[in-house]
T-cell receptor, first 113, second 112 residues
Framework: DTEVTQTPKHLVMGMTNKKSLKCEQHMGHRAMYWYKQKAKKPPELMFVYSYEKLSINESVPSRFSPECPNSSLLNLHLHALQPEDSALYLC????????????FGPGTRLTVT | GQQLNQSPQSMFIQEGEDVSMNCTSS?????WLWYKQDPGEGPVLLIA?????ELTSNGRLTAQFGITRKDSFLNISASIPSDVGIYFCAGQSTDSWGKFQFGAGTQVVVTP
């Protein structure tokens, strides 16, 4: 099973709202990732968690706040977003160690109004 | 972020034809991944490559890790309508664990 699940599938939020995106995997993977993808562009890395610790933050604005409550879950907390933050947000996981294959979830389509 | 050079940008092919696309980088990589993405969905991993010269197949798909460790290609043989989508390469350099550079993607359109 190589399934990564993400909720919600779609989210519309105003610029003053606070919302959270959720990601879950049950493959025993120890690395989890958040990506942002604009239409017709490749995914852009935002954050990497390795063994539940934040290991990479690609200079993402503080209005995006990641959280890894345990090895199976990854959240992305959103606050005071801008319309240009509208995008497909993808979660991925990999086994960790020397195995780098990343498996993506279906994504959350976020629209900021 | 940085992108790999992926070509072609798009391909319009007839059903049954073979498809070939490639990615090149100025950096040496230790891993190449190839993905297919349908509209509104997440990328699906097709093939992973870990060794220079490695040639790996997955059904009608074949990918190779270039000998120089700076390039990779993906071939699709005997294309069918469900091969339509955007194909991305992703490479990881030896000093950037967890940070994959993505190509800009190859849009494949298959006509009956």
């Amino acid at each position: 099973d190589t399934e990564v699940t993400q909720t919600p599938k779609h989210l519309v939020m105003g610029m003053t709202n606070k919302k959270s995106l959720k990601c879950e995997q049950h493959m025993g993977h120890r690395a989890m990732y958040w990506y942002k993808q604009k239409a017709k562009k490749p995914p852009e890395l935002m954050f990497v968690y390795s063994y539940e610790k934040l290991s990479i933050n690609e200079s993402v604005p503080s209005r995006f706040s990641p959280e890894c409550p345990n090895s199976s879950l990854l959240n992305l907390h959103l606050h005071a977003l801008q319309p240009e933050d509208s995008a497909l947000y993808l979660c991925a996981s990999s086994q960790g160690g020397q195995l780098y294959e990343q498996y993506f979830g279906p994504g959350t389509r976020l629209t900021v109004t | 972020g940085q992108q790999l050079n992926q070509s072609p940008q798009s391909m319009f092919i007839q059903e049954g034809e073979d498809v070939s696309m490639n990615c090149t980088s100025s950096s040496i990589f230790n891993t190449w991944l190839w993905y297919k993405q349908d509209p509104g969905e997440g990328p699906v991993l097709l093939i992973a490559l870990y060794k220079a010269g490695e040639l790996t197949s997955n059904g009608r798909l074949t990918a190779q890790f270039g000998i120089t460790r700076k390039d990779s290609f993906l071939n699709i043989s005997a294309s069918i309508p469900s091969d339509v989508g955007i194909y991305f390469c992703a490479g990881q350099s030896t000093d950037s664990w967890g940070k994959f550079q993505f190509g800009a993607g190859t849009q494949v359109v298959v006509t009956p």
